[in-house]
């Protein structure tokens, strides 16, 4: 008899290795060197905090310091999957159902896939308990076998918390205003950071250790604390996160994700304000062009995903930045640099859904504009207006927001605020176009979660979108050198002379690369995945 | 001693969505051993019906009993009888052919010898064998359809769910397809088929039911169908209510 999670995995392993096949080699270099950088760098970190831990003279510090860290560890944990809007990997269950496996076994995968979203914290956590491991000072040093319960009691939570989310997602019109909720709560220490904490939170912080909860228990064993009602409480505490898990994940088997995004749906929905607003192109450009920008409009503003992102854009976009904006005496920008700031951060977080991979949203039905009579590079103008459309609409949004808070603004910061989008945008969108026909990736509109680009395209991120923001730094240097607005507008106006012919050469790029791979590009954008979704 | 319930049982099944009831009170029977031609027009309610049948989406209301077992409670015995060609794709693109049927087969619990000789069988027969190392993604419709037919029998179930098995397979493929599904049926098994080739349906079916709006509108022998001149055609087209003159169209 075959193991039905061998077979899983053994499926996924061969759906590794086929894609890698496909894209060869050089697919996997940057982002592995990305990987290595990241998982390395927290690597570092264990072994510091291994170091530091493993001193005689820490175990005094550690009441305190220990049940705190561990908190942070279970806060990271459950949050960073949430806030990065990147579930890690996950059984696809709706391909898998239609097997006889029992339901427990898929829940076994599902916590070991869990284990993809959070190996910083493994890293941590092992760093840690290594170092308390070799502390000549701790009594009893088989305390730190209470990190396993701990990483269980994290994996299952994850599992069940996950599943929760998923099914929130999966709800029209609410999945957009549950993960602006979760995102806007994680802005709450940089809130702290300007109010200050609260007496109440000050009290939980130190009394930590006194407290029945995991990661304390965790910590009081971990120190040398051997006592059974600590065991006690950190296997309750685990046994209860198999529940929940367990509880979560069968909701989730029985789920109807189609019944509940009928909920809220009304037949013969009408609303001509918005009908309107659609046929705007119309009266500034001519067919086809009109219509496709029509078309990007509606299905943009139908797709839950970019809502979101838009959404985040003047919202935790603006939150995130608050500690900078708020603090006396100046942060590192002059306050009236801050609204270009927060700008800025609103066209990263839109490159994701509008720039990077324009075809990902229309998947195979891309096919059709290779068929319609009109050169391909009507449909890049076409989907790149609509995106400054969009691009001009959060950047009023932002102004709004700024406004409502009477935060410094004038009309002249505001025009700056639009100048340097614009500007920034021209580069994104020259970048956007040839990645797009470079690193093609299908996307579901339907997730509101999830990369919406190419693992490669994401590790060469980091360094495209320092590039495209060099002419804006360069402005901004000018204004600080030659203190004028008017070297900064001048520069402004370089630059996005500079970005309209990079957008140019770009496009012609594009261009060229997608006559000649228009197959291959076809056949990515109608892919689907491997038994264990990636996201 | 051989089971005498039917292979599949249905009982005021409804599947509600919104305001809409996508199946609306389906009581049907299909007898062992039969090949049943489930038919209507385009969002009717078939794909739906079969996703309840096979767990895949729970019913708002009704009962299903499968080969005797009801659904969900016996979800997994069930589901080990069953060979199931969806409608949508539930194929994994970065598998070779050979890669998925073996796959399926260690899912239904073969053993991965049994699994993988039974993959390289398959492949031979759907004629998917040209090129070992092409991926499901770089398959046609039609090839895709063969691989999930293939996939679908690879357990040897006892009773298959089969939504548009023929579309987009070549004439060819079409033939060696029925012809399997034929002699399914002569050592016993149940064919459960929606297809919009009523030609097909015509051709092979024992017994067709006809679903309109979610509701059941005629369950016959296709033998019954055919006194007259009357094809499935004539009959189905009568029966949703499909029959209108052709609006001329000044711009045509």
Known sequence: MSDPILAILWAQWRTLLNFRRGHGMGSFVLPALAILAWYGTWAMLAVTIGFFVSQPGVRRMLPLVLPNGLLAVFVYWQLTPLLTASMGASIDLRKLLVFPIPARRLFEVEVLLRLSTCIEMMLLVSGLAAGLLVNPALPHRNGTLAFLPFIVFNLLVSAGLRNQMERWMARRRVRELIVLFVLLAAAVPQLLFVTGVPGPLRWFVSAQAQMWWPWSATARLASGEGTAAL????????????????????????????????????????RPWLDRLYRVPGMLFSDPLAVIIEKELRSLLRTPRFRLVFLMGFTFGVIVFLPIILRRGGGPLPPGDHLAMVSGYALLLLGDVAFWNV????RSAAQLYFLLPMPISRVFAGKNIAALFFVFLEITAIICVWAAFRMPLTAVKAAEAYAVAL????????????????????????????????????AMLLLIYPAAAIPILLAYGARYAFESDTAFWSVIAIAAALGAAFYWVALDSALERIERNKDKILRTLSEGEGPVRLS | MEDASPAIRVADLRKIYGDKAAVDGL???????????FLGPNGAGKTTTIRMLIGLTPPSSGSIELLGLPMPEQALAIKRKIGLVPDESLLFDRLTGAEFLEFVGRMYGLGRPVAKERARELLNLFELDGNPRQLIAEYSKGMRKRIAMAASIIHRPELFLMDEPFEGVDAVGARMMKDLLLDQVRQGATIFLTSHVLEVVERLCDRVAIIHEGRLVMESAIGELRLG????????????????????????
């Open chain 1, 231 to 270: 065991w006690l409480v950190l296997l309750g505490w685990t046994i209860a996160a198999l529940f929940f898990g367990r509880w979560q994940f069968a909701r989730s088997l029985r789920f109807d994700a189609a019944a509940a995004e009928s909920r809220g749906r009304t037949s013969g929905e009408s």
């Open chain 2, 27 to 37: 009581t049907l029977e299909v007898p062992r051993g039969c090949f049943f031609g």
């Open chain 1, 359 to 362: 075809f990902g949203f229309d």
């Open chain 1, 423 to 458: 500007t920034f945008s021209l580069y994104l969108l020259g970048a956007g176009n040839v990645s797009s026909v470079y690193y093609p990736r299908a996307i579901n509109p339907e997730r509101s979660t999830g990369a919406a680009s190419a693992g490669r395209l994401r």
């Open chain 2, 229 to 252: 001149a009357d094809t499935l055609e004539d009959v189905f087209v009568r029966t949703v209510g499909g029959e209108r003159a052709i609006e001329k169209l000044d711009w045509l």
